[in-house]
């Protein structure tokens, strides 16, 4: 086994990070793929092919690091980062401004499976309700959408638990120690 040294390293973790970031952020329904060229010095640097055909043709010396495999993703099932993951009402209502009952209320009149004689209280099925009126941008949810969407922007960009630079480290470390 071979290990490669990249001299600029820590500039191309950044890079990958932010482009890491950007696909999270801006699915495609092509597959995009993240080539990096390493020159004669050692020094590296990232190009992004756009393919909608599924396999790189590009007959140049490059390396595929990474195979985005153009699945777009929904505000609330994302395979990469869930930002949502283990909300309750309180946690959106936080986000939105609202109160976590006046959440449940809207969405329990919004809901034709819920009962007007059943006690709103934060269950599961009444949590799914609200993630699919605010997904299917039904009437009276369409800003909660627009907030949640760019709250997860925001989060994916800020990357507080350093997620996406330990994910761009792990490819780096991947493509030298090949």
């Excluded at 080539?35 to 396999?55: I, Q, R, T």
């Excluded at 009149?109 to 099925?125: G, H, L, P, R």
Aim: aromatic share 16%; hydrophobic share 35%.
């Amino acid at each position: 086994m071979t290990t490669i040294i990249i001299k600029n390293r820590d500039e191309i973790v950044e890079q990958l990070t932010n482009l890491l970031k950007a696909f999270t952020v801006c699915p495609c329904d092509y597959q995009r793929d993240i080539y990096l060229y390493l020159d004669a010095n050692g020094c590296a640097k990232l190009d992004v092919f756009v393919n909608p055909g599924g396999n790189s043709w590009r007959n140049d010396d490059h390396h595929t690091i990474y195979t985005d495999m153009g699945v777009g993703t929904d505000l609330f099932g994302d395979e990469v980062y869930d930002v949502f993951e283990d909300w309750g009402f309180a946690d959106y209502a936080e986000v939105l401004g609202v109160s976590a009952e006046e959440l449940m209320q809207k969405t329990a009149a919004n809901s034709m499976w819920y009962d007007d004689d059943d006690e709103v209280s934060e269950c599961a099925f009444l949590l799914d309700e609200f993630k699919r009126a605010v997904e299917c941008y039904e009437e009276g949810f369409e800003e909660y959408y627009e907030k949640l969407c760019e709250y997860r922007k925001e989060c994916i960009y800020d990357d507080p638990n350093g997620f996406f630079t330990d994910w761009a480290e792990g490819i780096i470390a991947n493509f030298e120690n090949e």
